[in-house]
């Protein structure tokens, strides 16, 4: 492990291993198989970067996304490590140079996609050389009930059947228990040590507000918290995507667009903008994201509820990969319940697919209605406990919610469902209970039944506020047919007989927590640092330019934050900076010491 450390340190400018990182390396340096369990920015690359430069051969990389294998190799580059692409981006004559290269031992690391590995092509090829291992990335794509299911990833177990003396390691950081168990027996990894590390991020804020106007409410986050910073909006439509995108750009926001209905130069052209430039916002489905290494981002916000926790936790994690502080923003409405309920009873999936479907977004509800910290929420569902009562750092520690008992007003909206038949939404059932004498109201004769009225005490937001738990709750379930109607289920029974007491939350006046920026630890610095911290990063957004790659590529800007702090002023005191490896110092030590001197 000593040379391990010391590759960690001239190669990759860091101190010392975090985590589990240490063990997992050690472990599959050996030659063991490993299932790596560790969130996003934990650092899950280093631990097969550093066996691949230990042991003789090239390891082979398999990864979902061409984008993702390109920034990582790029980055590669940046510090001396021999690594290459082969995928479709690459014309034929350009691949043909990366299999010489290969044969003739020039990498320590290959990037390929699972289509390409699996041709029997390739397989000849690779067993003509060493491998030093095998590294399924991302390896959740294996899960047939994930949501970032990949059909090539069941058929690697052909790895450990053509080469089974060659260790494995498969990572992810998103997988509950089903899941690990599903990556274990599809990948044959039934042997493998597992290192599961903490799927805590206590860097990023969650928060999760009552749809009102989503837009609107999205803005005045972005504006108060996060001026100038980059950040990620996802939305569930294509047509979302792109309208939010463009209202955000009339807002004079830099946003843009990404979506599977793209063409792929499109999609490729605004993915780079994103990577390359700093503040730019982008506005997704969830075809965007799986692997982008992006560190600074500093917002992630949901105008739509996801599937999963799963896929929430996977999303939100692409906010503050650098360890800097960072927001998961989500507005979520009754409109959400109904449209994720009404999907999967529309699914012409397998009844067993629906179950876990409808599992799933059970729990995805629960987080999103839960009066207890969200993180400790959020980290039961994945088989983890803290010692604390709370996080400190989510909306719910921050501002608790009161919660009432509304087994009364339940029991109204319940039987105002049923004495208008059970096929109304509740925007016409919020108008009988508020004795609103609406054309459909009078259309209908609802101003004569017993529910007419009732609920005139409470207004309209609160009104849906309590028809968003119901549903979300289950005691009320939307058609089938896609037109919002709502139906009692069997659970209402026990409710509408005064059998059961329901407790709701009330809603939260604050929806824009006040908090300290991620960029406000500046606020501290007296003015010459301060032009000193814009001259470092003037600087890196010109080298990046020049060499053609992101600026957190050239550093991060926890490396920028160091410099600033401690201002080295030898060439040995700066290659103490985190993030600033031997390479690194040997292309950039003068420039940074110009700079720092004058500064």
């Known amino acids: 492990m000593s040379e391990a450390l010391n590759i960690l340190k001239e190669v990759f400018g860091y101190p010392a291993f975090r985590g589990q990182q240490a063990e997992v390396i050690a472990h599959l340096a050996s030659g063991g198989d490993c299932l790596v369990l560790m969130p996003t920015g934990g650092g899950k690359s280093l631990c097969y970067q550093i066996p691949a ?3 003789n051969g090239v390891a082979i990389v398999v990864s979902p996304l061409i984008a993702l294998m390109q920034n990582q190799v790029t980055a590669l580059h940046e510090i001396g490590v021999r690594a290459a692409v082969l995928n479709s981006s690459l014309s034929q004559q350009e691949a043909i140079q990366v299999e010489q290269k290969l ?14 590995l699996l041709t029997a092509r390739f397989l000849n090829l690779i067993a003509r050389i060493p491998i030093a291992l095998f590294a399924i990335d991302e390896a959740h794509c294996v899960s047939q009930w994930g949501h970032d299911f990949r059909p090539e990833y069941i058929q690697l177990s052909i790895l450990h059947e053509r080469f089974p003396e060659v260790p494995r390691i498969a990572l992810t950081a998103t997988a509950d228990m ?20 903490s799927f805590d991020r206590p860097n990023i804020r969650y928060q999760i507000v009552d749809k009102t106007n989503s837009r609107s409410q999205l803005l005045t ?3 108060a918290e996060h001026p100038g910073d980059a950040g990620i909006v996802y939305c569930l439509s294509r047509k979302k995507v792109e309208e939010t995108a463009l209202w955000l750009a009339k807002q004079g926001l830099s946003a843009v667009a990404y979506h599977a209905g793209m063409s792929m130069q499109q999609r490729s052209l605004n993915q780079e903008k994103f990577l390359r430039e700093e503040s730019i916002i982008m506005v997704a489905t969830i075809a965007f994201g799986m692997g982008i290494d992006k560190p600074d981002v500093r917002f992630v916000a949901h105008l739509d509820l996801p599937k999963s926790i799963e896929g929430y936790y996977q999303e939100t994690g692409r906010a503050g990969r650098d360890g800097q502080a960072a927001n998961a923003w989500m507005a979520y409405g009754l409109g959400d319940v109904i449209q994720q309920r009404r999907m999967i009873e529309e699914s012409e999936a397998q009844h067993r697919f629906k179950q876990v479907a409808a599992r799933k977004l059970e729990a995805m509800l629960s987080l999103c209605e839960t009066t207890t910290c969200r993180r400790t929420r959020m ?8 010692e604390t009562a709370g996080c400190g750092n989510c909306d719910i520690c921050l501002n608790p919610p009161q919660v009432w008992d509304a087994t009364v007003e339940v029991q109204k909206a319940m039987s105002c469902v049923y004495r208008t038949g059970q096929i109304f939404g509740a925007g016409h059932l919020i108008d009988v209970l508020r004795g609103n004498l609406t054309d459909r109201v009078k259309e209908w004769h609802h101003d004569k039944i017993s529910t007419f009225g009732i609920g005139k005490d409470f207004p309209e937001k609160t009104w849906r506020a309590i028809f968003r738990q119901i549903v979300a709750l289950g005691l009320l379930t939307p ?3 896609g ?18 007491n329901v407790c709701l939350r009330q809603q939260t006046k604050i929806e824009q927590l006040s908090r300290k920026r991620s960029g406000d630890d500046l606020i501290s610095l007296d003015s010459a640092e301060r032009s000193l911290w814009e001259q470092l990063r003037s600087w890196r957004a010109k080298t ?40 690194k110092l040997d292309k950039y030590g003068t420039y940074l010491m110009e700079i720092l001197r004058d500064g």
């Open 53 to 55: 430069l230990l042991r």
């Open 103 to 116: 044969l003739a031992d020039e990498f320590d690391l290959l990037y390929v996609a699972p289509e390409r």
């Open 483 to 500: 037109h919002g109607a709502l139906h009692l289920t069997e659970a209402s029974r026990a409710v509408l007989k005064g059998q059961q």
């Open 221 to 223: 986050f972005i504006q």
């Open 479 to 481: 058609d089938s047919e």
């Open 379 to 386: 980290l039961s569902y994945f088989g983890e406990s803290i």
């Open 544 to 583: 990046a330019k020049e060499h053609g790659v992101p600026a957190y590529v050239i550093f991060h800007d926890a490396t920028l934050h160091e410099l600033v702090r401690l201002c080295p002023q030898t060439e040995d005191e700066l290659s103490q900076v985190t993030g600033i490896g031997a390479r």
């Open 178 to 197: 089903d899941t690990r168990k599903e990556i274990i027996e599809r990948l044959g990894l039934n042997i493998a040590k597992v290192f599961v590390s």
